[in-house]
C-alpha cells in the first residue's frame, strides 16, 4: 500500500492535479477577511454573521495561508514534485552518460528510412563500408549528434547517432524551477513583511512596529529583526500635463518625485535618495515603495476651554484626478467636549457653474478647507479599534454643515479662522503639506522566485523547441546496375515524441551525403523506400539518379 501510494503522489498527473487544487485553495483568502492582515475585520465579520462566522473560524477559512489543510495540500504539491522530478533527473544523467542504442536490425521500419548507392564513376571506385561508416560519423558529428561506430571490421558497419538531449533537461530544470518558486514562495511568507505608512513631508519614519500603519508579517517574522533603519521625506513634488491644446488630458498626473533622506542604522551618515512610482529605496533588502500621495493641511484647533487641542498635518484622501480630497479629524481631547470634523479640501478652489465650489485644478493654487463640525463622545475611549478616516456621526451633535443654520466651515488664505458656536473653540487653517504613501516590503524570496522563474521559462522553451531524435547509418557492399562494386548507404531517422521536422532532417542529411559522396557517384536508390505517403515518393522521384 506505501509503494502504490508513492506511485500515485509523484506521477506527473498528481502534481498537476494538486497545482490545481492549491490555487483553488487559495481563493477563499481573498474572499474572507484574513486574522493576519486585518484582525477587526474579521470580527466584525463575525459578529455580523454569528451563525455562518463561527463555522468559517472553525474550518480556519480566516487563516488561510497558515491552515493545516492548506498547508497540507502545499507539502504534498512539494513531495510530489520531488518525487517526479529527481529520479527522472537521475534517469536522464544514466541517458546522458549511455551510448546511443545499437542499430535496429531493419531500418526500413523507422518512420523516415532513405538509402544511397556510392560508386559508378568510372575514375573512383567505390569506398570500403568501415570508410562510409567513419565519414557517416564524422559528417552527423559535425551536426551536433553524438555518435558510436559499431560493428567494424564486418560486411555491414554501422554507426548510430543521438542529439537533443538538451530537451528532457530543459523539462528537468523546469520542473526543478518549479521547486524553486515553491520554496521560494515559503520562505517569503515565513519570513518577510509588508507594511504601510504615510508619511508627511518634514516627518520621519522609524522602522519600528509602532512607527507603521499597517504591518502585516510573515508567520514565522519575529517583529524584534526589523532592521534599524529611519527615513524621512524632505520634499515631494508631482507633474502635471499642461498642454492646453489637449484638454481631455490636462492635469493629468506624469510624475511623481519625493527628496528623503535615509539613516541605514542609528549614528550612521544620513544619505540622501530620490524615490519614484517603480523604484523604490532600498535598505538591508527591505523596499520602500512609493504608492500613494495627497495634501496633508496643517490645522490647529482651540478648544471650550482655550487650550490647543489639536496642532499638526491631516492627512486627506484624494477622491478625483483634481485632488479634491475627503477630511476627517477626531479631536478626543477637546474640553468640555470631544470635536470631530468632516469635509473636503480644494487645492484650487473655483466655484462651478451650480454654483458650489470645486476643484478646478491638482495643483495647489487656492487651496480651500469646506468643513462639518460635531461635538460629543467619539467612542475612542472604549478601546475598540476604529478607521481613521471614518467619523461615525450618530452619536454625536451637529455644530456646523451645509444643511445647518450655522453653515458650512470655509477656511481659506483670506479666511483662516472660524469660530465654532456655543463656544465650542476654534478651528484655523494654517498650511498645505504634501504627503506619501509607501508600502514598505521586505520578501527574502523574491530574488530565488525571480531565478527560479527564470529558470523554468528557459527550460520550457528547450523542452518546446529542441527535438530529440535518433538516426542510425548502415553501410554494405553491393553491385551497381553494370555489375561493377558499390557500397549501399542505409539510413533511418526516430523521433522521441512529435517531431513534425523529422522529414526535414532526413532530407538534409541525404543533401548533406550526397555532396560529400558525389566525387564517386551517388545514386539516391527511391525502391528502397518503404513510405507509403504518394508526395514523399514523388519529391524522391523528381530528384532522381544523381551520377558523376
Avoid at 16 to 35: E, H, K, N
Avoid at 92 to 110: D, F, I, N, V
Avoid at 297 to 315: H, K, L, M, Y
Wanted: aromatic share 8%; hydrophobic share 40%.
Amino acid at each position: 500500500m506505501a509503494r502504490w501510494a508513492w506511485t500515485q503522489l509523484t506521477k506527473m498527473n498528481t502534481a498537476l492535479f494538486l497545482l490545481l487544487l492549491l490555487a483553488v485553495a487559495a481563493v477563499p483568502g481573498s474572499i474572507f477577511p484574513q486574522r493576519i492582515q486585518d484582525p477587526a475585520r474579521v470580527s466584525d465579520y463575525i459578529d455580523n454573521n454569528p451563525t455562518l462566522g463561527p463555522w468559517l473560524d472553525r474550518l480556519q477559512l480566516f487563516d488561510v495561508f497558515s491552515s493545516a489543510w492548506f498547508s497540507a495540500i502545499y507539502i504534498l504539491l512539494f513531495v510530489s514534485l520531488v518525487g517526479c522530478v529527481l529520479p527522472r533527473a537521475g534517469k536522464h544523467w544514466r541517458a546522458w552518460r549511455a551510448e546511443p542504442p545499437r542499430t535496429p536490425r531493419r531500418l526500413e521500419r523507422l518512420p523516415e528510412h532513405r538509402s544511397l548507392t556510392l560508386g559508378g564513376c568510372d575514375s573512383a571506385a567505390a569506398p570500403a563500408p568501415d570508410e562510409v561508416v567513419a565519414e557517416a560519423a564524422r559528417l552527423l558529428k559535425r551536426r551536433g549528434y553524438r555518435v558510436a561506430v559499431r560493428e567494424t571490421g564486418t560486411a555491414a558497419p554501422s554507426v548510430a547517432a543521438e542529439r537533443g538531449m538538451w530537451k528532457e533537461v530543459g523539462n528537468v530544470v523546469f520542473h526543478l524551477a518549479l521547486l524553486g518558486v515553491l520554496i521560494s514562495v515559503a520562505v517569503g511568507s515565513l519570513f518577510g513583511y509588508k507594511g504601510q505608512k504615510i508619511l508627511v513631508e518634514d516627518e520621519s519614519f522609524v522602522n519600528t512596529l509602532i512607527g507603521y500603519d499597517s504591518f502585516t508579517p510573515g508567520t514565522n517574522y519575529n517583529p524584534d529583526w526589523l532592521p534599524p533603519f529611519s527615513l524621512r521625506l524632505d520634499d515631494f513634488s508631482s507633474e502635471f500635463y499642461r498642454d492646453t491644446t489637449n484638454p481631455r488630458n490636462y492635469g493629468a498626473p506624469i510624475d511623481f518625485t519625493a527628496e528623503v533622506t535615509i539613516e541605514d542604522a542609528p549614528g550612521a551618515a544620513p544619505r540622501q535618495e530620490t524615490l519614484k512610482v517603480n523604484a523604490p529605496v532600498n535598505v538591508d533588502g527591505v523596499k520602500s515603495y512609493l504608492v500613494g500621495n495627497g495634501y496633508a493641511p496643517v490645522i490647529r484647533v482651540t478648544d471650550g476651554n482655550g487650550e490647543v487641542a489639536f496642532e499638526g498635518p491631516v492627512v486627506t484622501i484624494p477622491v478625483d484626478g483634481v485632488y479634491t480630497s475627503n477630511l476627517t479629524l477626531k479631536v478626543p481631547d477637546a474640553r468640555p467636549d470631544q470635536l470631530g470634523f468632516t469635509g473636503l479640501l480644494l487645492p484650487t478652489a473655483v466655484t462651478g457653474p451650480d454654483g458650489m465650489p470645486r476643484s478646478g485644478d491638482p495643483g495647489l493654487a487656492n487651496p480651500r478647507l469646506i468643513l462639518s463640525s460635531y461635538y460629543g463622545d467619539l467612542g475612542l475611549d472604549t478601546g475598540k479599534p476604529q478607521n481613521v478616516y471614518v467619523l461615525d456621526v450618530a452619536p454625536l451633535t451637529e455644530l456646523n454643515s451645509m444643511m445647518s443654520d450655522n453653515g458650512a466651515i470655509t477656511l481659506d488664505a483670506a479666511n483662516p479662522v472660524h469660530e465654532l458656536p456655543e463656544g465650542k473653540g476654534t478651528i484655523e487653517f494654517l498650511d498645505v503639506k504634501r504627503y506619501v504613501g509607501l508600502d514598505i516590503v521586505y520578501d527574502p524570496g523574491r530574488t530565488g522566485a525571480f531565478i527560479s522563474f527564470v529558470a523554468a521559462f528557459a527550460g520550457l522553451l528547450m523542452s518546446m523547441f529542441i527535438s530529440r531524435r535518433r538516426v542510425w547509418v548502415r553501410a554494405t557492399t553491393d553491385l551497381d546496375d553494370q555489375g561493377r562494386p558499390a557500397t549501399v548507404v542505409e539510413y533511418g531517422l526516430l523521433a522521441r515524441g512529435e517531431d513534425p521536422r523529422l522529414r526535414t532532417e532526413a532530407e538534409s542529411l541525404g543533401e548533406l551525403f550526397t555532396t560529400h559522396w558525389k566525387a564517386i557517384g551517388v545514386r539516391d536508390d527511391a525502391g528502397d523506400r518503404t513510405e507509403s505517403a504518394p508526395e514523399k515518393t514523388t519529391d524522391r522521384a523528381r530528384r532522381g539518379p544523381t551520377t558523376n
